[in-house]
């Protein structure tokens, strides 16, 4: 258990007046317990309380309930009458584990819980729940070196005009190989990236990496015509993304029109005035803007006019259903509208030949899905690129 803002009280009436507290404190929970259990006391403002033997699991509940009734009253010490509450989090041995030190891992996250309920509260420890919490922070403990460890890798999925079979560009997607969690999926590790801020280095290395590939593939005369890299809203806030990224379009030789960034409608709902600038910018520097996800979220056609973008990409949810008449009816008009526009249509996530010519029945004839191929490895790519000559 945990006391709450026992900080707060250190800092107001200062250190001796706290360990007075958290003996008062003792005392009462001591004399509670009686002869169920025992206190003891880890860190400054946490303890453990041990019960050795209970029939009902009822019964722990019922002393977690005891320990909050008994702190309603308030602690006098020299003179000021002090509250204080605690965070309770439960966890049983053997039933959770028989390690010590995984149940006490076990009872923080409980009391972890409890405190985002609200503080006063008592948490029983839920294995399902924790594991996806104990998966969260081991991605962010993992995260910190796994540039420096090499551990991520670009693979790249070709974009294909079905009409004429050709390869028109690829799209740069990330991929993160770690020893302790073996391969991970942006889907999981990009928000948890983007939460704590290191999305701002992983994304500079994938700009560095491509842009960097980009030359090679210049220099051995394989010929990509559009390479899209995905960005986080993260990045695109920080007021050094443009020159960076033109930077590398230099030092590379790359000339910035072979680049395609692709943003989410969700991005455009994060960014400011300032950043639309920086995008008008980066296009009069030839780059080019594809809206990702297009018409899954907050689809503000008010964006479409003052943001110049120059592809749409649909998801793979629209392909999915794409059976279903109203699906066809949404595909059309978004065909209808990249004409209009001037835009660059591409559908995602295509995975079979009848959703292939259905596409094509409305219109749509830039593809990127498992039917023409997954993503793949720089060198898969450059085998590819190779054969088709
Ligand atoms: P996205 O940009 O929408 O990328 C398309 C995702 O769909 C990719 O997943 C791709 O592998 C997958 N996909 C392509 N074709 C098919 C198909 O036919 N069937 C199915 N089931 N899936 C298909 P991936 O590589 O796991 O990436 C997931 C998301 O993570 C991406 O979605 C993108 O939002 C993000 N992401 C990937 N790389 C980066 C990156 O370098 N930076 C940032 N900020 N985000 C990235
Ligand atoms: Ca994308
Ligand atoms: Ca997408």
Same mark, same amino acid.
């Given at each position: 258990?945990?006391? +709450?803002?026992?900080?707060?009280?250190?800092?107001?009436?200062?250190?001796?007046?706290?360990?007075?507290?958290?003996?008062?404190?003792?005392?009462?929970?001591?004399?509670?317990?009686?002869?169920?259990?025992?206190?003891?006391?880890?860190?400054? #403002?946490?303890?453990?309380?041990?019960?050795?033997?209970?029939?009902?699991?009822?019964?722990?509940?019922?002393?977690? +309930?005891?320990?909050?009734?008994?702190?309603?009253?308030?602690?006098?010490?020299?003179?000021?009458?002090?509250?204080?509450?605690?965070?309770?989090?439960?966890?049983?041995?053997?039933?959770?584990?028989?390690?010590?030190?995984?149940?006490?891992?076990?009872?923080?996250?409980?009391?972890?819980?409890?405190?985002? %309920?609200?503080?006063?509260?008592?948490?029983?420890?839920?294995?399902?729940?924790?594991?996806?919490?104990?998966?969260?922070? /081991?991605?962010?403990?993992?995260?910190?070196?796994?540039? !420096?460890?090499?551990?991520?890798?670009?693979?790249?999925?070709?974009?294909?005009?079905?009409?004429?079979?050709? $390869?028109?560009?690829?799209?740069?997607?990330?991929?993160?190989? @770690?020893?302790?969690?073996?391969?991970?999926?942006?889907?999981?590790?990009?928000? !948890?990236?983007?939460?704590?801020?290191?999305?701002?280095?992983?994304?500079?290395?994938?700009?560095?990496?491509?842009?960097?590939?980009?030359?090679?593939?210049?220099?051995?005369?394989?010929?990509?015509?559009?390479?899209? $890299?995905?960005?986080?809203?993260?990045?695109?806030?920080?007021?050094?993304?443009?020159?960076?990224?033109?930077?590398?379009?230099?030092?590379?030789?790359?000339?910035?029109?072979?680049?395609?960034?692709?943003?989410?409608?969700?991005?455009? *709902?994060?960014?400011?005035?300032?950043?639309?600038?920086?995008?008008?910018? *980066?296009?009069?520097?030839?780059?080019?803007?594809? /809206?990702?996800?297009?018409?899954?979220?907050?689809?503000?056609?008010?964006?479409?006019?003052?943001?110049?973008?120059?592809?749409?990409?649909?998801?793979?949810?629209?392909?999915?259903?794409?059976?279903?008449?109203?699906?066809?009816?949404?595909?059309?008009?978004?065909? #209808?509208?990249?004409?209009?526009? +001037?835009?660059?249509?591409?559908?995602?996530?295509?995975?079979?030949?009848?959703?292939?010519?259905?596409?094509?029945? /409305?219109?749509?004839?830039?593809?990127?899905?498992?039917?023409?191929?997954?993503?793949?490895? %720089?060198?898969?790519?450059?085998?590819?690129?190779? @054969?088709?000559?």
């Amino acid at each position: 258990m945990a006391i +709450n803002y026992f900080k707060v009280i250190n800092h107001k009436f200062g250190h001796n007046f706290g360990d007075w507290i958290l003996k008062l404190f003792a005392q009462s929970i001591t004399t509670l317990l009686g002869e169920y259990g025992e206190l003891f006391k880890l860190e400054r #403002d946490e303890f453990v309380v041990l019960i050795y033997e209970f029939n009902d699991i009822k019964e722990i509940e019922k002393i977690c +309930n005891e320990i909050h009734r008994c702190l309603k009253k308030s602690f006098q010490v020299t003179g000021n009458e002090i509250y204080i509450s605690t965070s309770l989090g439960v966890t049983v041995f053997p039933d959770d584990s028989s390690d010590p030190d995984k149940l006490l891992k076990f009872c923080n996250f409980a009391i972890y819980e409890s405190k985002h %309920k609200g503080k006063n509260m008592c948490t029983f420890f839920d294995k399902q729940k924790s594991q996806s919490y104990f998966r969260k922070i /081991l991605i962010e403990s993992e995260l910190k070196n796994s540039i !420096i460890n090499n551990e991520f890798d670009i693979f790249y999925q070709p974009q294909i005009d079905a009409l004429s079979n050709k $390869i028109i560009g690829v799209e740069a997607l990330l991929r993160w190989n @770690n020893d302790k969690l073996g391969n991970v999926f942006p889907n999981e590790f990009i928000p !948890i990236a983007e939460d704590n801020g290191y999305i701002v280095q992983i994304g500079n290395w994938v700009l560095d990496k491509v842009i960097y590939t980009m030359h090679k593939w210049k220099e051995r005369g394989t010929q990509v015509d559009s390479v899209a $890299i995905n960005i986080s809203p993260v990045q695109l806030k920080r007021s050094d993304f443009k020159n960076k990224l033109l930077g590398l379009c230099t030092k590379y030789d790359i000339a910035p029109s072979l680049l395609e960034l692709e943003i989410t409608e969700g991005t455009l *709902l994060e960014i400011c005035d300032d950043n639309i600038k920086v995008f008008n910018q *980066l296009v009069e520097s030839h780059i080019n803007i594809a /809206l990702d996800d297009f018409g899954t979220r907050y689809s503000s056609l008010s964006y479409l006019a003052s943001l110049p973008v120059s592809t749409l990409k649909i998801d793979k949810l629209f392909v999915d259903g794409i059976q279903h008449k109203k699906n066809k009816i949404l595909i059309k008009s978004i065909v #209808d509208l990249s004409k209009s526009l +001037n835009c660059k249509l591409i559908i995602e996530g295509v995975e079979t030949e009848k959703q292939v010519h259905i596409l094509n029945s /409305l219109g749509c004839n830039i593809m990127q899905g498992y039917y023409f191929s997954k993503p793949l490895s %720089k060198e898969e790519l450059e085998n590819l690129l190779a @054969n088709i000559k």
